[in-house]
């Protein structure tokens, strides 16, 4: 192996015009200008390539390591504790946890090559589509993006539970909350909580789940029209009061940017979920709203195009809790109650404002649970029925003795036997056939 001698092509030309100087094909000013060096440093070259050969025309350097290597022993020890606790993790995470936890300074694209050489990563092939970009909203809260990832980020966990997930179009801000499904509870929060933070969006752009948008809305009869487009579902009438526009995503590319942003909690959140052998919601939930979400939006976020922001500021009237909720509709009964999710209601009579039996109201249920009854845009005043309650008045309408025989109902106890005491007797069968054959 002491035979071999690498150059470069940048040696070998330097070694070609030496040969030429040195047999007297050239002067020493014509190699210099071809050397691009000046005449002390070609006096230099000369003498080591007369001295060493071609091993002097090669960088000392070679073959040796570098200044600014990281330590052996360090490497070992960034290798043992990523195999140890981030196994699984990429390099440019692993590299930021390997810093914040442990204390081991690294670059992301030197941890890549050393785990890329030891076999502990190998990068995911990702398929090229082609598509036509689409470019961001100008102005912060021009668009909004909102879906659910349904994934097992709980490691251990054989249930999946669904990360709510809501993106701005313009400047990739996000917030998210977990909840163990794709619900209209989970979608209510999380909007409630945008909309106390930010404000009110011109717009939100969602799939065709049944959550967003209602399958009767989306029947279209034999030519082609929708039959019922007004038909709305609770989380689009809520959107409507708050004049938030619903746009309609027909596939997951069309709405990529949260897309994107659930591969980002798909990697980060569920590894730190990992590290801190967090398996409950509502810690989950605790851990996003502590800081975690702040952290990805102060790492990712970008500024938007336009410094005007698109959002509608939350008016003090407002009552949210009255918007982001379930409403139904009921029918006043004759004693003034009224059943929901079988338990009764009593409707109280206040001077303000009064209804009357076979009334039609309206029933809101809001995220706390609580149950308010509206009628016009007017509270009424409720009381919920206790069973005990229903069953003292079931008691006190069931009679105990028998009524006597003159006060029972029936056709020989009523108000027209006082006047034709026979009434019920029956007729003449003779007069009946001759008033039929007359």
């Given at each position: 192996?002491?035979?071999?001698?690498?150059?470069?092509?940048?040696?070998?030309?330097?070694?070609?015009?030496?040969?030429?100087?040195?047999?007297?094909?050239?002067?020493?000013?014509?190699?210099?200008?071809?050397?691009?060096?000046?005449?002390?440093?070609?006096?230099?070259?000369?003498?080591?390539?007369?001295?060493?050969?071609?091993?002097?025309?090669?960088?000392?350097?070679?073959?040796?390591?570098?200044?600014?290597?990281?330590?052996?022993?360090?490497?070992?020890?960034?290798?043992?504790?990523?195999?140890?606790?981030?196994?699984?993790?990429?390099?440019?995470?692993?590299?930021?946890?390997?810093?914040?936890?442990?204390?081991?300074?690294?670059?992301?694209?030197?941890?890549?090559?050393?785990?890329?050489?030891?076999?502990?990563?190998?990068?995911?092939?990702?398929?090229?589509?082609?598509?036509?970009?689409?470019?961001?909203?100008?102005?912060?809260?021009?668009?909004?993006?909102?879906?659910?990832?349904?994934?097992?980020?709980?490691?251990?966990?054989?249930?999946?539970?669904?990360?709510?997930?809501?993106?701005?179009?313009?400047?990739?801000?996000?917030?998210?909350?977990?909840?163990?499904?794709?619900?209209?509870?989970?979608?209510?929060?999380?909007?409630?909580?945008?909309?106390?933070?930010?404000?009110?969006?011109?717009?939100?752009?969602?799939?065709?789940?049944?959550?967003?948008?209602?399958?009767?809305?989306?029947?279209?009869?034999?030519?082609?029209?929708?039959?019922?487009?007004?038909?709305?579902?609770?989380?689009?009438?809520?959107?409507?009061?708050?004049?938030?526009?619903?746009?309609?995503?027909?596939?997951?590319?069309?709405?990529?940017?949260?897309?994107?942003?659930?591969?980002?909690?798909?990697?980060?959140?569920?590894?730190?979920?990992?590290?801190?052998?967090?398996?409950?919601?509502?810690?989950?939930?605790?851990?996003?709203?502590?800081?975690?979400?702040?952290?990805?939006?102060?790492?990712?976020?970008?500024?938007?195009?336009?410094?005007?922001?698109?959002?509608?500021?939350?008016n003090a009237k407002d009552?949210?809790?009255?918007?982001?909720?379930?409403?139904?509709t009921r029918q006043i009964?004759?004693?003034?109650?009224?059943?929901?999710?079988?338990?009764?209601?009593?409707?109280?009579?206040?001077?303000?404002?009064?209804?009357?039996?076979?009334?039609?109201?309206?029933?809101?249920?809001?995220?706390?649970?609580?149950?308010?009854?509206?009628?016009?845009?007017?509270?009424?005043?409720?009381?919920?029925?206790?069973?005990?309650?229903?069953?003292?008045?079931?008691?006190?309408?069931?009679?105990?003795?028998?009524?006597?025989?003159?006060?029972?109902?029936?056709?020989?106890?009523?108000?027209?036997?006082?006047?034709?005491?026979?009434?019920?007797?029956?007729?003449?069968?003779?007069?009946?056939?001759?008033?039929?054959?007359?």
């Amino acid at each position: 192996m002491g035979d071999f001698l690498i150059m470069n092509k940048k040696e070998r030309q330097r070694k070609a015009v030496l040969e030429q100087l040195l047999t007297g094909s050239i002067n020493r000013q014509d190699a210099a200008r071809r050397l691009c060096v000046s005449k002390r440093q070609l006096i230099r070259i000369i003498q080591r390539y007369q001295q060493q050969g071609d091993r002097g025309l090669t960088h000392r350097h070679r073959g040796k390591p570098s200044g600014r290597v990281y330590a052996i022993e360090l490497k070992e020890k960034i290798l043992s504790r990523y195999e140890e606790r981030y196994f699984g993790f990429g390099p440019t995470l692993a590299a930021e946890k390997l810093l914040e936890e442990d204390q081991l300074p690294v670059q992301a694209e030197t941890l890549r090559l050393w785990l890329k050489a030891a076999g502990l990563w190998s990068p995911r092939r990702q398929r090229k589509v082609h598509r036509i970009r689409r470019a961001r909203r100008t102005r912060f809260g021009e668009l909004l993006q909102l879906d659910g990832s349904i994934h097992d980020w709980f490691e251990g966990v054989d249930e999946k539970q669904c990360l709510m997930n809501i993106v701005d179009d313009a400047t990739g801000k996000t917030l998210a909350l977990m909840d163990e499904g794709e619900t209209t509870r989970a979608a209510f929060a999380l909007l409630q909580w945008w909309i106390r933070d930010a404000g009110i969006p011109m717009a939100i752009y969602v799939d065709l789940k049944s959550l967003y948008v209602s399958p009767r809305s989306l029947y279209r009869d034999e030519e082609g029209e929708l039959v019922e487009p007004e038909w709305l579902t609770h989380f689009s009438k809520a959107c409507k009061k708050l004049g938030i526009e619903i746009i309609k995503a027909y596939s997951p590319q069309a709405k990529g940017r949260v897309e994107r942003s659930h591969a980002v909690y798909q990697d980060r959140f569920r590894k730190e979920l990992k590290l801190k052998g967090i398996k409950d919601i509502e810690q989950a939930n605790q851990l996003l709203s502590g800081g975690f979400v702040n952290q990805l939006n102060k790492k990712f976020a970008k500024p938007a195009h336009s410094d005007q922001d698109a959002h509608v500021p939350l008016n003090a009237k407002d009552d949210l809790n009255q918007v982001l909720c379930w409403e139904f509709t009921r029918q006043i009964k004759n004693d003034w109650t009224i059943s929901f999710c079988n338990q009764f209601y009593q409707i109280k009579k206040t001077k303000s404002y009064s209804v009357r039996p076979r009334q039609k109201i309206q029933v809101r249920e809001h995220l706390d649970g609580s149950i308010s009854l509206w009628c016009k845009e007017q509270r009424l005043s409720h009381c919920l029925i206790t069973q005990e309650q229903l069953a003292q008045r079931k008691q006190g309408i069931k009679r105990t003795e028998p009524l006597p025989n003159k006060d029972k109902p029936g056709p020989h106890n009523t108000p027209w036997r006082q006047f034709n005491p026979n009434w019920l007797k029956p007729k003449n069968k003779s007069h009946r056939i001759t008033t039929a054959c007359v």
